[in-house]
C-alpha cells in the first residue's frame, strides 16, 4: 500500500530572535520563538495550531509563507524545501500558498478596488493578463458569496464579515493548495465568524483545499480541523483528533486551555 507524500512537512523547525543589547558591551540576548517542530499535513485536510499569545503561532505562520528565514531545519511545501528556493523559483511556488490575515480591514488597502485587491496576486505573480485577472477576480468573489459588481466598491463599503470574505477571495485568486488561515475569524462577531466558517468548509469540500488554521480558539479549531497540534512556548505540546484532543487531554497545559473555555460545543462535522 502506498503512502501519499504529505502537501506540508515541517522537521525540527527552529526560530531564534535576537533582542537589543542591554548595553553596548553586552552580548544580544536571544529568544527562542519555536524549538524543533515537526508536524506533516495532508492535501484537503485541516491542521489547527492552538496556544497563547507569544506561544510561537504567528512565527510558524510567516515561516510557513517564506516570510522569513528559520534559524534551522526544513520546510517542504509541495515536493520542495521553501527555504532553500531561489527567488523565481519561490514566486512560482507561491502560487500555491496564499494567507489570510487576522484582520479583515487592516489587510486591505483602502485605496484600491475589492476587484484591484483580489486580483494582486495574480498581478505580482504576472500569472494573467489584466483582463484575465477582471475575469478571474469576479469568479472568486462571485465564490465567497460576492457579487462581481463588488469588484469596483472599496473596502469601507463591506461589513467585517464581507471584508473577510474579499480576503479570502484574494487567498484563493491564484487557486492555492495550502491557505493558512491566522486567527480568521477573531475579529468578527459571533454570527458572522458562523458565516465566515460555514464557507471556508465549503470551498474545502468544493476544491480540495488544504488549511493551516491559527488559533486561540480551541471551540474554532475543534470545528473546522481534522487534526491539532498544541503550542507551548514554541514547542509542541500535544497533537491529534479533536475530539480525543479535547475530551481527554494529556499535557497540562492543554487542560489549562480547555479550563479557560466557558463551554465547548460538540462537533458539528
Same mark, same amino acid.
Given at each position: 500500500?502506498?503512502?501519499?507524500? !504529505?502537501?506540508?512537512?515541517v522537521h525540527d523547525l527552529v526560530k531564534t530572535y535576537r533582542l537589543p543589547r542591554e548595553h553596548l558591551f553586552a552580548a544580544a540576548p536571544e529568544v527562542r520563538a519555536l524549538e524543533g517542530l515537526? *508536524?506533516?499535513? #495532508? !492535501?484537503?485536510?485541516?491542521?489547527?495550531?492552538?496556544?497563547e499569545s507569544g506561544s510561537g503561532k504567528s512565527t510558524l505562520a510567516r515561516l510557513v509563507m517564506a516570510l522569513e528565514q528559520p534559524t534551522s531545519g526544513h520546510i517542504v511545501f509541495d515536493g520542495e524545501d521553501l527555504h532553500t528556493l531561489? !527567488?523565481?523559483?519561490? %514566486?512560482?511556488?507561491?502560487?500555491?500558498? #496564499?494567507? $489570510?490575515? #487576522?484582520?479583515?480591514?487592516?489587510?486591505?488597502?483602502p485605496r484600491r478596488t475589492v476587484g484591484q485587491t483580489v486580483a494582486e496576486p495574480l498581478a505580482l505573480?504576472? #500569472?494573467?493578463?489584466?483582463?484575465?485577472?477582471?475575469e478571474r477576480a469576479a469568479e472568486v468573489l462571485d465564490a465567497v458569496g460576492l457579487r462581481a459588481?463588488?469588484?469596483s466598491k472599496y473596502p469601507h463599503e463591506f461589513s467585517g464579515g464581507q471584508r473577510q470574505r474579499i480576503a479570502i477571495a484574494r487567498a484563493l485568486i491564484?487557486?492555492?493548495?495550502?491557505?493558512?488561515?491566522?486567527e480568521?475569524?477573531?475579529a468578527l462577531d459571533v454570527s458572522v465568524q458562523a458565516q465566515v466558517l460555514?464557507?471556508?468548509?465549503?470551498?474545502?469540500? %468544493? $476544491?480540495?483545499?488544504?488549511?493551516? *488554521?491559527?488559533s486561540h480558539d480551541l471551540a474554532v479549531v475543534d470545528l473546522v480541523c481534522d487534526e491539532v497540534i498544541v503550542l507551548w512556548q514554541g514547542r509542541i505540546v500535544e497533537q491529534g483528533h479533536p475530539d480525543r484532543l479535547f475530551s481527554a487531554p494529556e499535557h497540562p497545559y492543554t487542560r489549562r486551555l480547555l479550563a479557560a473555555v466557558p463551554a465547548m460545543k460538540p462537533r458539528m462535522r
Amino acid at each position: 500500500m502506498s503512502v501519499t507524500a !504529505a502537501l506540508l512537512s515541517v522537521h525540527d523547525l527552529v526560530k531564534t530572535y535576537r533582542l537589543p543589547r542591554e548595553h553596548l558591551f553586552a552580548a544580544a540576548p536571544e529568544v527562542r520563538a519555536l524549538e524543533g517542530l515537526s *508536524f506533516s499535513l #495532508q !492535501a484537503g485536510r485541516s491542521l489547527g495550531v492552538v496556544g497563547e499569545s507569544g506561544s510561537g503561532k504567528s512565527t510558524l505562520a510567516r515561516l510557513v509563507m517564506a516570510l522569513e528565514q528559520p534559524t534551522s531545519g526544513h520546510i517542504v511545501f509541495d515536493g520542495e524545501d521553501l527555504h532553500t528556493l531561489e !527567488a523565481a523559483a519561490l %514566486r512560482r511556488a507561491r502560487a500555491g500558498l #496564499q494567507m $489570510i490575515f #487576522q484582520d479583515p480591514y487592516g489587510s486591505l488597502d483602502p485605496r484600491r478596488t475589492v476587484g484591484q485587491t483580489v486580483a494582486e496576486p495574480l498581478a505580482l505573480l504576472r #500569472q494573467a493578463s489584466p483582463a484575465e485577472q477582471r475575469e478571474r477576480a469576479a469568479e472568486v468573489l462571485d465564490a465567497v458569496g460576492l457579487r462581481a459588481g463588488d469588484a469596483s466598491k472599496y473596502p469601507h463599503e463591506f461589513s467585517g464579515g464581507q471584508r473577510q470574505r474579499i480576503a479570502i477571495a484574494r487567498a484563493l485568486i491564484t487557486g492555492p493548495k495550502l491557505i493558512v488561515a491566522d486567527e480568521p475569524v477573531s475579529a468578527l462577531d459571533v454570527s458572522v465568524q458562523a458565516q465566515v466558517l460555514n464557507l471556508m468548509q465549503d470551498l474545502q469540500d %468544493r $476544491i480540495g483545499v488544504t488549511y493551516l *488554521f491559527i488559533s486561540h480558539d480551541l471551540a474554532v479549531v475543534d470545528l473546522v480541523c481534522d487534526e491539532v497540534i498544541v503550542l507551548w512556548q514554541g514547542r509542541i505540546v500535544e497533537q491529534g483528533h479533536p475530539d480525543r484532543l479535547f475530551s481527554a487531554p494529556e499535557h497540562p497545559y492543554t487542560r489549562r486551555l480547555l479550563a479557560a473555555v466557558p463551554a465547548m460545543k460538540p462537533r458539528m462535522r
